[in-house]
């Protein structure tokens, strides 16, 4: 095989997922309709369900909660210059992207990102929370094993590409209404059992790639709007030093003086990479931990509240309260009835005899 030709290849999905569970702590499970690929580390866990709709077109629905994910290693294909088609859709959270050259954007809640490029080394999840979608297209699959989607549809993936990707650069940018309405229906069909759900996916992933190639106005890349390797590891590491200790207060200014940036850019930096206000995101990673601790542990409220920042009780249980519509130690009392619930509802599962669990998992009734 000549040179130009290895590098005219692309990466598969079965590929792609071979090389997923080479990755320490991620497993992968199988069933008829799907194959999910589970992750679980020190850092936090996470799930890709993947279904194949046609032939060279896959699906995939993805929840993280963790700050990464390692991608698979690609090394011995280092010929291989492009994968499928990755058409992603951010419902929740925030993923970071790096371009071809070098440089770093980020995908947030209601966007949409087309690209080709294997460019990184691991998924990163700045807010550790994720949920969204990937469709992956290989085009050549598609070409020889479907062509009855061009035939039958007038869906020309390659024209989409040239629209959104051309020159290989990576397309990003919030949604069109026509657009969401779409992805929205292809995300709730995750809750319905197949193969009724696959089947609805497939008539809403082609009416997808029709509107894609027939919009009259796309919307401009936010490709553009970028930040450097520098700017990123800045504001990451503005990240660690105020959540590393949240009863430690660091000022804007003092941060901006240890890096030797404005305060300003710093502030813009911070704001690019984790989509907040660093007072914002702060406040959140604290009332996140109050909640942890009166769950986890019987320290006092005030206790509480020194521990995550707050030496004044008062503003402590203000700030909580708003964040999650019930005072501190009405949260605490509302997750032990919750505990106390679920100890209760499980100790029936246990002494149901196993023909009473199937007849209650087939009627849906008890989970």
């Not at 229906?185 to 992933?205: C, G, H, N, R």
């Not at 082609?206 to 590891?233: G, K, M, Y």
Request: charged share 25%; net charge positive; hydrophobic share 40%.
């Amino acid at each position: 095989m000549s040179q130009t030709n290895r590098q005219e290849l692309k990466m598969k999905i079965d590929d792609i997922i071979r090389k997923c569970i080479e990755i320490p702590g991620v497993s992968i499970k199988r069933s008829e309709f799907n194959a999910e690929l589970l992750m679980k580390t020190k850092e936090g866990k996470g799930s890709m369900t993947f279904f194949q709709l046609f032939p060279g077109l896959t699906i995939a629905y993805i929840f993280i909660n963790s700050p990464t994910w390692a991608a698979p290693n690609l090394g011995e294909d280092s010929f291989i210059k492009k994968g499928p088609l990755l058409l992603n859709y951010c419902v929740t959270g925030r993923c970071e992207i790096i371009l071809n050259n070098g440089n770093f954007v980020y995908v947030k809640d209601g966007d949409i990102s087309l690209t080709e490029c294997f460019a990184q080394k691991q998924y990163v999840y700045p807010r550790r929370i994720y949920e969204g979608m990937e469709l992956f297209v290989d085009t050549n699959t598609l070409a020889t094993e479907s062509t009855w989607i061009q035939k039958e549809f007038g869906i020309d993936i390659p024209k989409i590409i040239e629209l959104f990707c051309p020159n290989d650069n990576t397309y990003i940018s919030a949604v069109t209404p026509e657009v969401e309405e779409i992805l929205i229906k292809l995300w709730e069909l995750f809750d319905i059992a197949p193969p009724f759900s696959i089947s609805q996916m497939k008539i809403y992933v082609l009416a997808l790639f029709s509107l894609l190639q027939n919009l009259n106005n796309i919307p401009p890349s936010q490709a553009c709007t970028f930040f450097t390797e520098t700017q990123v590891d800045i504001a990451k590491r503005v990240e660690k030093i105020i959540t590393s200790d949240l009863r430690q207060h660091h000022p804007a200014w003092e941060l901006a003086a240890q890096f030797s940036v404005s305060e300003t850019s710093l502030k813009n930096y911070f704001r690019g990479v984790f989509g907040q206000n660093i007072s914002i995101y702060l406040r959140e990673v604290r009332m996140k931990k109050a909640a942890e601790l009166l769950t986890s542990t019987r320290l006092s409220v005030a206790e509480i509240a020194e521990l995550v920042g707050y030496m004044n009780q008062s503003k402590f249980a203000s700030v909580f309260k708003k964040q999650f519509g019930l005072s501190p130690l009405e949260y605490r009392r509302s997750k032990k009835l919750e505990n106390i619930y679920r100890i209760r509802a499980c100790n029936k599962w246990n002494n149901l005899c196993e023909k009473c669990k199937k007849s209650i998992r087939i009627n849906c009734y008890y989970k």
